[in-house]
């Protein structure tokens, strides 16, 4: 007997013995994991029920590549079935002509259609598919852990919560309380759930959660065996997907399908459910007060899809992230501050300075921002290094080495010799010392370099595509001047322009590859055509990168 034939037999004898009720907890737990981890194990436990239901064309009918999934279906069918309202008809009786000659009556063949095989199969054998479904995901299990708690950002729990990273949670039935923050739990099965307080849920099984109220944003990876989520009055049955749920304590319900698809059951208990299939970019609101299920604007921001507390990152799905915030010690996503700056010296955070220093053109790393790889002060008497990976700026023009301020977000202003209450930032109409018009100012001679990888780390199945930036010299120079900006992925000079002048040069866009990993800009000094004192000096070399932002997909 060869492997296939044993695990066939395996399985044969475990699902007898399950339906005699003779079946032990250790039989039953190896039942389960060779349903999970073999699919000929899957297909024959699905014969053998089919058989057993006297229903062999069940297979043509039902059989998908994931059988787990079906069951999933054909347990939440069944049940409506054993819901609906029975309705009784009448059969109308006609005379009958006993003058009339008796004659053989030729029955014709009955058409059935495709949904009336599957509703009749459902409701001849809701029991037994239940009890399928039951052997599949367990479902009931009390005190059993079946995830950890991974992360957590900002979370506050009720007072009889109280969960710390790594903590394991379990099935049962006293729900768990978040009060505020988020949290990101992962299955067993390899389900990524961000839940978002004031929440309330518990987990029914290790396939199935309950939340009463709160909001959740669901992530199933390509391994998983599905996920549901139970609210008051409905239920979402994943079919490999990303999908949010959000529950008020009336049992309102909103459903976001942003991968994939789902499948919606909405009703009452005591009423026939409504079951709708909603894809990719498709949104409803289920209101059983008025048992009404509509159609609603996909929101790409309402759930957090992504945290770090290492960071303080929460990510909600914005297609946008912020270098100026990163410049400020943020994320690219707010967390960073206004006039923060960061010493080419040491890669220190600092509340920047405008004062002539010189500098080597060593490669400094910034410690305290996984974002930022590192700073320098170009000089070119040297190939100058641009990454922690030894990564060359070939191209690099000789500097004196001097710059005058640290590369700053967003500075509320710029100070001079000859005026010490400083002056903002502005290139044409839009002053880049305000908020709303983030900037980094990079006064030659200065570089920084972004990791992209540690954005993608943080933003799983995120797609940076592109850096843009507007550039130029600030109005508010008090002299004309001439700089050089650069841009360079990967060591390689992707953009480069000097400019000569005040004002707006140009607007930049650079493709970003999935390959790609540091992104470095920079600024060196030009020669100033109105002195030849200035000659090779920074002068007022006060360069800005307007908005600058990476984009995502």
């Known amino acids: 007997m060869d492997n296939n034939d044993k695990l066939l037999a395996e399985i044969g004898d475990l699902l007898i013995r399950a339906m005699d009720n003779a079946v032990t907890a250790e039989e039953f737990a190896r039942l389960q994991q060779r349903l999970r981890s073999e699919r000929l194990a899957r297909q024959h436990y699905f014969d053998l029920l089919s058989t057993l239901a006297g229903m062999d064309q069940m297979q043509d009918l039902l059989m998908e590549e994931d059988a787990a999934k079906t069951m999933d279906l054909l347990a939440a069918l069944a049940e409506n079935e054993k819901t609906a309202t029975a309705v009784e008809v009448k059969k109308e009786e006609k005379p009958v002509d006993s003058n009339l000659p008796k004659r053989k009556i030729h029955k014709p063949r009955p058409q059935v259609s495709r949904l009336s095989v599957i509703s009749l199969v459902l409701s001849s054998a809701a029991l037994l598919f239940l009890m399928a479904y039951a052997f599949l995901i367990s479902p009931g299990q009390t005190g059993v852990e079946v995830a950890t708690l991974t992360d957590s950002v900002g979370a506050k729990w009720s007072l009889s919560d109280t969960l710390a990273e790594g903590s394991r949670l379990m099935t049962g039935p006293d729900p768990i ?21 004031p929440a309330e849920f518990r987990f029914i099984n290790s396939d199935e959660l309950s939340m009463n109220y709160g909001r959740i944003f669901v992530n199933v990876s390509g391994t998983a065996e599905g996920f549901s989520v139970q609210t008051q009055k409905s239920k979402i049955i994943d079919l490999g997907t990303q999908f949010g749920v959000y529950t008020d304590i009336r049992g309102e319900t909103q459903l976001h399908v942003f991968e994939g698809k789902t499948i919606l059951f909405a009703g009452l208990h005591n009423q026939a459910k409504k079951v709708l299939n909603l894809t990719a970019g498709q949104a409803c609101q289920f209101s059983p007060s008025v048992d009404e299920v509509r159609s609603i604007r996909l929101s790409e921001d309402t759930f957090a899809k992504s945290i770090d507390s290492g960071v303080n990152l929460i990510w909600r799905g914005q297609k946008e992230i912020n270098l100026a915030d990163v410049v400020g010690g943020g994320n690219g996503f707010g967390s960073g501050r206004l006039n923060m700056g960061i010493n080419p010296q040491n890669g220190h955070f600092v509340k920047p300075e405008c004062r002539t220093r010189r500098c080597g053109n060593a490669y400094i790393p910034v410690a305290s921002n996984v974002f930022v790889d590192g700073v320098f002060v170009p000089n070119g008497s040297s190939e100058q290094i641009v990454s922690s990976s030894g990564l060359r700026f070939k191209e690099c023009p000789k500097t004196t080495g001097t710059f005058f301020a640290d590369i700053v977000n967003t500075p509320k202003s710029i100070r001079s010799m000859k005026n010490t209450d400083g002056f903002h930032l502005q290139m044409g109409d839009i002053n880049y010392s305000q908020e709303a018009n983030p900037s980094i100012f990079l006064h030659a001679n200065l570089g920084i370099t972004f990791d992209l990888n540690a954005f993608r780390d943080r933003l799983p199945g995120v797609k940076i595509v592109q850096f843009s930036s507007l550039i130029g010299i600030s109005d508010t120079a008090l002299r004309t001047s001439r700089a050089a900006i650069w841009v360079l992925v990967d060591g390689q000079v992707q953009y480069c322009r000097e400019v000569a002048g005040r ?21 060196t000094e030009g020669s100033d055509p109105q002195s030849q004192q200035d000659q090779n000096e920074i002068g007022y070399d006060w360069c800005i990168f307007g908005t600058p932002k990476l984009r995502l997909n």
Do not use: C, H, W, Y
């Open 177 to 197: 309380q978040i009060t505020k923050g988020i949290v990101r739990i992962q299955t067993d099965n390899g389900v990524q759930l961000l839940l978002e307080g």
């Open 503 to 523: 004002g707006l040069a140009d607007s930049i866009r650079i493709e970003i590859r999935d390959t790609s990993r540091f992104l470095t800009l920079a600024a």
